[in-house]
């Protein structure tokens, strides 16, 4: 089997960012390694890519967050 193949799949959530997926073209790398990947706890350490979804999750998260911050500081 290809490494690649084994590797196209979101390490959060560990659903398939694989061509033919209908998730392969808004799919993240994960520049990370598998050590840091671990560290941070990803469920799915192997997993190379984030998927739109948990990406956009992320963005919701850090939006909410700076909205938080924001208003503290008023």
């Known amino acids: 089997m290809n490494r690649t193949y084994l590797s196209e799949f979101c390490n959060r959530c560990g659903e398939s960012v694989a061509f033919g997926s209908g998730k392969f073209a808004n799919r993240t ?22 998927c739109e979804s948990c990406d956009q999750n992320i963005a919701s998260i850090l939006q909410h967050r700076h909205n938080i911050l924001t208003n503290l500081r008023m």
Not at 29 to 50: A, H, Q, V
Request: glycine fraction near 4%; hydrophobic fraction near 30%.
């Open 29 to 50: 790398p994960d520049l990370n390694d598998l050590e840091t990947k671990i560290f941070y706890k990803r469920l799915f350490p192997r997993g190379e890519y984030i």
